[in-house]
């Protein structure tokens, strides 16, 4: 069975840092593109990280851009989030999403989903 799920949530304080990840199970990260989307309380979902493995080409949203940074390791087929410098309104639901399109533009919809886990920061 595929699955992904992802981990590494908690509470910090605003400048604080955390580092998600995202574990997978029975499918290569390598053939995909994973992204970390988030969803925070009265907002749409919003992608604010991606990788494409194949290449190693990265994304990033302008509001995370600096902060956060997204890699890959092949031997644990896990995917990362280096979140840095976070701020109050990085709090959400994070999530992560394999993409058997290889797209990182958001246009196409991910073929696989994590659970999510939950980050709050406070001020």
């Known amino acids: 069975q595929v699955q992904l799920v992802e981990s590494g949530g908690g509470s910090v304080q605003t400048g604080g840092s955390l580092r998600l990840s995202c574990a997978a199970s029975?499918?290569?990260?390598?053939?995909?593109?994973v992204g970390w989307f988030r969803q925070a309380p009265g907002k749409e979902r919003e992608q604010v990280s991606c990788i494409r493995n194949s290449d190693g080409n990265t994304l990033y949203s302008d509001s995370v851009k600096g902060r956060f940074t997204i890699s890959w390791d092949r031997v644990s087929n896990t995917v990362y989030l280096q979140m840095n410098k976070l701020k109050p309104e990085d709090t959400a639901v994070y999530y992560c999403?394999?993409?058997?399109?290889?797209?990182?533009?958001?246009?196409?919809?991910?073929?696989?989903w994590g659970q999510g886990t939950q980050v709050t920061v406070s001020s």
């Open positions: 029975s499918l290569a990260l390598e053939y995909y593109a």
């Open positions: 999403a394999a993409n058997g399109y290889l797209d990182c533009s958001g246009s196409t919809p991910s073929n696989y």
